[in-house]
């Protein structure tokens, strides 16, 4: 990651936009069944294994997708996964933020991008998914 992209992308171990998960409803768009927080817009899950990162998007609430969301929320997880080039190295990062850990070999970060906010969790067990990349409406205004 360049130094540009360490400074707007910087990942922090307090979440300063609780807000986005008061408010949960049935996403239409999602995937998968269950409530997910009104601000959710989607997320990417990842799993590393020794042919590299594999990716997928999952939407949540398509009304809130935007391209700038998706151009931003792709830079992140390109950022993220060439940094973190292997399950090693991402495990030496997380033990490294002892404070983000929030089970086992289970690691929460937050991220304030341009467009969006980003809740990213990090699994550093091998044969499970090891990176969620969430995405959340800025400012989301509840009635």
């Given at each position: 990651?360049?130094?540009?992209e360490?400074m707007?992308?910087?990942?922090?171990?307090?979440?300063?936009?609780?807000?986005?998960?008061?408010?949960?409803?049935?996403?239409?768009?999602?995937?998968?069944?269950?409530?997910?927080?009104?601000?959710q817009?989607?997320?990417i899950?990842?799993?590393?294994?020794e042919d590299g990162w594999h990716?997928?998007?999952?939407?949540?609430?398509?009304?809130l997708?935007t391209?700038?969301?998706?151009?931003?929320?792709q830079?992140i997880?390109?950022?993220?996964?060439?940094?973190?080039?292997?399950?090693?190295?991402?495990?030496?990062?997380?033990?490294?933020?002892?404070?983000s850990?929030?089970?086992?070999n289970?690691?929460?970060?937050?991220?304030?991008?341009?467009?969006a906010?980003?809740?990213?969790?990090?699994?550093?067990?091998?044969?499970d998914?090891?990176?969620?990349?969430?995405?959340?409406?800025?400012?989301?205004?509840?009635?």
């Open positions: 990651m360049s130094k540009k360490s707007l992308f910087e990942l922090m171990e307090t979440c300063n936009f609780r807000d986005v998960f008061e408010h949960y409803s049935e996403a239409p768009d999602s995937l998968q069944s269950g409530k997910h927080p009104d601000a817009i989607g997320h899950r990842a799993y590393w294994n990716g997928n998007y999952f939407p949540c609430r398509g009304e997708w391209k700038a969301f998706n151009r931003e929320s830079d997880y390109r950022c993220l996964v060439t940094q973190f080039y292997n399950l090693e190295i991402l495990r030496e990062f997380c033990k490294g933020h002892p404070s850990h929030v089970g086992e289970e690691y929460n970060f937050f991220m304030n991008g341009r467009t906010d980003y809740w990213i969790r990090f699994i550093t067990r091998e044969n998914y090891n990176l969620y990349l969430k995405g959340y409406k800025k400012n989301c205004q509840h009635t």
